[in-house]
């Protein structure tokens, strides 16, 4: 069964460092990954998303997530935190060739960044 | 880029009664959307899948007698919520899926619906 974990219910950044959200997946065959923010009462925002190629994938807002096949990760990160990076972020995987694929989301981790 | 509404933002109804949600794509058509369910402080979970000219396909454990779905025309899709109860209460979101240039998946800014 395909399926994505989002480890981490919080992750509490100060302003200006580095942040990791992480994320795992299973699926099988070659999955596309995807990264939501969604701020409060809004719909979902998208970030980046992986589909194949260069292991590094840069996306919206200086967000950038690395693909790690042998772990099956997807962590998000961005160098430098700012306090408008507050959200709540959810990873998905859509599982096979195509993103018409049901999406799978992960549980969401709520960022907060403190200034 | 690419743009999914959906209308009303928020709803709030009386216990019984139907609500419908419609979901627009603004500026491609979808053969396929999607209806999400998100619960306070939880991940967002597939209802079902709205496929433009036939039946949705739903996700196990979903009423379809209870979530009807429409898909009339490329660009829109309606979730009536039929008999609607509080424990309906939920914020919906739709995505829409852009066959060109590329197949990806755009969502709407979701509905808030409260029922009394």
């Known amino acids: 069964a395909q399926s994505v974990a989002q480890p981490e219910d919080q992750v509490n950044v100060a302003e200006g460092n580095p942040l990791t959200v992480k994320c795992t997946y299973s699926v099988s065959g070659n999955p596309y990954l995807f990264w939501y923010v969604q701020y409060p009462n809004r719909g979902l925002q998208f970030l980046l998303k992986y589909i194949t190629g260069d292991n590094l994938v840069k996306g919206s807002y200086g967000f950038e997530a690395e693909f790690n096949k042998s772990q099956t990760s997807f962590h998000l990160k961005k160098p430098s935190a700012l306090v408008s990076d507050s959200a709540l972020y959810f990873c998905?995987?859509?599982?096979?060739?195509?993103?018409?694929?049901?999406?799978?989301f992960g549980s969401g981790t709520r960022l907060s960044i403190r200034p | 880029g690419a743009v999914v509404s959906q209308h009303p933002s928020w709803v709030i109804c009386k216990s019984g009664t139907s609500v419908k949600i419609e979901c627009r794509s603004l500026d491609f058509q979808a053969t396929t959307m999607f209806w999400y369910r998100q619960f306070p402080k939880q991940s967002l979970m597939l209802m079902a899948t709205?496929?433009?000219?036939?039946?949705?396909?739903?996700e196990q454990g979903v009423e379809k007698d209870k979530f009807l779905i429409n898909h009339a025309s490329l660009t829109l899709s309606t979730l009536t919520v039929t008999s609607a109860h509080p424990e309906d209460s939920s914020f919906y979101i739709c995505?829409?899926?852009?066959?060109?240039?590329?197949?990806?998946?755009?969502f709407g800014p979701g509905t808030r619906l409260t029922v009394l």
């Open positions: 709205s496929n433009e000219g036939s039946k949705a396909t739903y």
């Open positions: 995505s829409a899926l852009r066959d060109y240039p590329s197949d990806e998946q755009f």
């Open positions: 998905a995987v859509a599982p096979g060739y195509s993103s018409a694929s049901k999406i799978i």
